[in-house]
């Protein structure tokens, strides 16, 4: 018989990586992987070189396939070559037509965007789901199953997003299921005060960046700071904005950054999942979300099992037709804290 196919939708290297560490429980099915991918308009405005500060287009896009070639994993660019039994992707705020008649798992990647002013226009006047960004994950209500980090998370996107708990599956995420680990590294810098930066410039979301480094500042009340600068920022402005108002900082724009929060002693973020490496870690963390909430939400730690947990998921939605939803998610369900 001819081995089933898997297709993995990628998108950024934290989501690439983690469908890749699922991949690896398939070794006796045909897997193929694609950057993230849109129909339509949206497809149309990408192939015209637009959109580049998304997962569809420039930089994230290249890291992507960069990531993929290096690895030697197989591209069927927006899953066209083959008929697939399963579908794993990371994101649904675009659907794609050409995975809507198939089983689908959709994978927590982090931290959701604030729900701010667009997001509960998309929830209630019906708009398309990209517009709200990370906030509305989990609204496409397509997929078979959606596996979250916890069941902080769970009840998050029953109540916030109106998933339905039927089709919530509890198995802590890969990337974030094992953040004990990076305790040991080689990293040079011990004892400072990290920032992690955000790219909300380049995606158009507002932010106060000159107020966000003076306030960086007065946290770290004369001890070192490091700045480790977001993937998709532009270095270049970023760094003379740090030089000019926090002299003396050491900025990084590569780099582990997990090692990087690891070694600190305290972690200033915005609205990013540096947050819950920090807290798990026990460091103090500053963010513009509530300490307290996030602490609610922290991925459940089970030892860097959840891409085999997830991994089975999937066998047994395409091998045991027979068994239902809700015995896949009382089965796999995590409850090891």
């Known amino acids: 018989m001819a081995k089933k196919k898997i297709l993995f939708i990628c998108g950024s290297l934290n989501q690439t990586s983690m469908m890749h560490q699922i ?24 192939s015209k070189g637009y959109l580049n500060f998304s997962i569809l287009n420039g930089p994230f896009r290249r890291a992507t396939e960069k990531y993929l070639r290096d690895n030697n994993l197989e591209i069927d660019y927006r899953g066209l070559k083959y008929e697939y039994d399963l579908i794993y992707t990371c994101a649904d705020l675009i659907y794609p037509k050409n995975i809507r008649n198939k089983k689908v798992i959709l994978v927590q990647e982090g931290m959701t965007d604030p729900e701010n002013f667009m997001f509960y226009l998309v929830k209630y006047l019906n708009l398309p789901r990209w517009l709200a960004s990370t906030s509305a994950m989990g609204m496409s ?16 996107f029953v109540k916030q997003k109106g998933v339905k708990p039927e089709k919530i599956i509890v198995t802590g995420i890969p990337n974030f299921d094992n953040l004990k680990q990076y305790l040991n590294n080689d990293f040079e810098h011990k004892n400072y005060v990290l920032v992690c930066t955000s790219d909300a410039r380049e ?18 009340n004369g001890k070192q700071l490091i700045f480790k600068l977001h993937p998709n920022e532009k270095v270049n402005r970023a760094t003379r904005e740090i030089n000019k108002y926090a002299p003396g900082s050491v900025i990084f724009s590569s780099g582990n950054t997990n090692h990087m929060i690891a070694n600190c002693d305290v972690l200033i973020t915005q609205y990013s999942s540096t947050a819950f ?34 991994a089975r998921i999937g066998l047994h939605l395409i091998e045991s037709p027979h068994i239902s939803i809700d015995e896949i998610i009382s089965k796999y369900s995590l409850r090891i804290v």
């Open 23 to 46: 991949s690896h429980h398939f070794q006796d099915y045909e897997c193929r992987f694609t950057p993230y991918y849109a129909d339509g308009f949206i497809n149309y405005v990408v």
């Open 141 to 156: 209500y397509l997929y078979d199953l959606f596996c979250v980090a916890s069941y902080g998370y769970k009840d998050f």
């Open 203 to 220: 995606t158009f979301k507002f932010e106060r960046r000159i107020k966000f480094i003076k306030d960086c500042v007065k946290i770290a």
């Open 277 to 310: 490496v920090g807290l798990t870690l026990g460091k103090e963390v500053h963010s513009y979300f509530n300490i307290n909430e996030l602490n609610k939400l922290l991925p459940l730690q089970n030892n860097g099992t959840s891409a085999e947990r997830i």
